[in-house]
């Protein structure tokens, strides 16, 4: 044992993918063999890892030694490539006739999170137009709502709940995304772009576009991308003016 902990202490990314390895091949095969193909394989490893998550502290599994690589694995750096790297792949053409579509999304979808999350803030007690502002800009992504928090001067219990009103909303964005993505005829470029605008999350778009349809990613992973950039950019400035506004 001794021998094998100080073997995967020294390879401890190539043990994280194994383990992603065994999860993807074990969600595989319940999604074949129990149930039918109905709930997609990828679906069932994202329900797997977030389950495993909670076994470790603050950095979820990779807080166990022997699971230490995982948190490169799962980190910004591999993430945000990933990310990146997908837009590779986009056709510039289907982008092109999307355009207006993607662009109106993203408007709606940030403007309707930004509202879910205020009513959110409303339903928990809070009053104040600053509170207000961050959580609404949490719902939007658990970007937005620090970002918007630390400009218009937030108190940092409020930041820390946007940060958790945008991981909730990535989480379901990743799960449901490919066990709804039928029921809203989510199989071609230009619906993946209108997605990605209107839920706007990269981290939950991209995986639950890749769960549904890995040709998809890049189109999704392009407006969720700029959602973000718009809704740090008009949650601390119009929205924010807006709410003190109708305070009055």
Known sequence: MEIINTIIGKNGLVFAFLCVGIIMLFSSWVSKYITNKKIPGVAIAIII?????????????????????????????????????TAMSA????????????????????FISFTMGVLIGLSMGYTNIESLTTIGAGACTYIVGPVTGTAIGASSDVIAISVATGVVKTIFATIGTPLIAQKIKLDNPHA????GGLVGTTSGVV???????????PYGALTSTFYTGIGCLLCPSLFYVILRFLNI
């Open 49 to 85: 890892g977030l389950s495993l998550a909670f076994l470790g502290d603050e950095k979820g599994i990779s807080n166990i030694p022997l699971f230490a690589g995982m948190a490169l694995l799962g980190g910004p750096m591999l993430r945000d490539f990933a990310v990146v790297a």
């Open 91 to 110: 056709d510039l053409s289907k982008i092109r006739q999307a355009g207006l579509a993607g662009l109106v999304s993203l408007l709606i979808g940030v």
């Open 192 to 195: 993946a772009i209108v997605f």
């Open 207 to 217: 995986a639950g576009l890749a769960a549904t349809d890995e040709e998809l990613v």
